[in-house]
């Protein structure tokens, strides 16, 4: 989306309007503005403060960054202003999606190989569990979240796996619920 602001002879292009990102995850490019009247020197800020590893280039108004935690949808207020104090503002709206784990299916059938399930938004090394615990025989690998095995017993249980990303002050965790039926 593009939004073209003037106001009092200066004028800027922004060539983002939201920004979706993943915590631990750089931003895609956002080379966002275009100031029309090219004779001046123009400053940019932003506010609020935007989230934790982002920034905003105060020279040419790119955002940039790795946000390193989770942040609510919000919209932020990036202002212009040229050398003879004129400015111009628009709005970006931003969301950090924090830890997310995906891709935990039910398990139905043996021997069980449930491949490792999708995890995004993390900064350090994973850790897995689980509770409660598994029937023997079945195997959660604690690094990657892969459960495997083949058990005895019969079990229609449900399941939740937490995920804790090492790499943050406080060990940051997630879970997801699967079931395992087998008879």
């Not at 040229?82 to 111009?88: E, F, I, K, L, P």
């Not at 017993?153 to 879970?175: I, M």
Request: aromatic share 6%; proline share 5%.
């Amino acid at each position: 989306t593009t939004l073209n602001v003037t106001v009092r002879g200066i004028s800027f292009t922004t060539g983002y309007s939201t920004v979706s990102a993943t915590r631990g995850t750089a931003i895609s490019s956002q080379t966002p503005v275009t100031v029309a009247d090219a004779s001046v020197t123009a400053a940019f800020t932003v506010n609020p403060s935007l989230p934790s590893g982002l920034s905003i280039n105060s020279s040419d108004g790119k955002l940039s960054g790795t946000p390193d935690g989770a942040a609510s949808s919000r919209s932020y207020t990036v202002t212009v202003t040229d050398d003879r104090s004129y400015t111009a503002q628009t709005s970006v709206t931003i969301t950090v999606v924090g830890l997310k784990i995906s891709n935990y299916a039910n398990i139905t059938s043996q021997p069980v190989n449930a491949p490792a399930p999708t995890v995004t938004g993390f900064v350090g090394a994973k850790a897995f569990s689980i509770s409660p615990a598994l029937p023997a025989g079945l195997l959660l690998n604690t690094t990657t979240g892969a459960i495997t095995g083949t058990t005895a017993t019969k079990v229609n249980k449900k399941f939740t796996v937490t995920v804790t990303d090492a790499g943050t002050a406080g060990n940051t965790a997630t879970t997801a619920q699967f079931t395992i039926k087998l008879n």
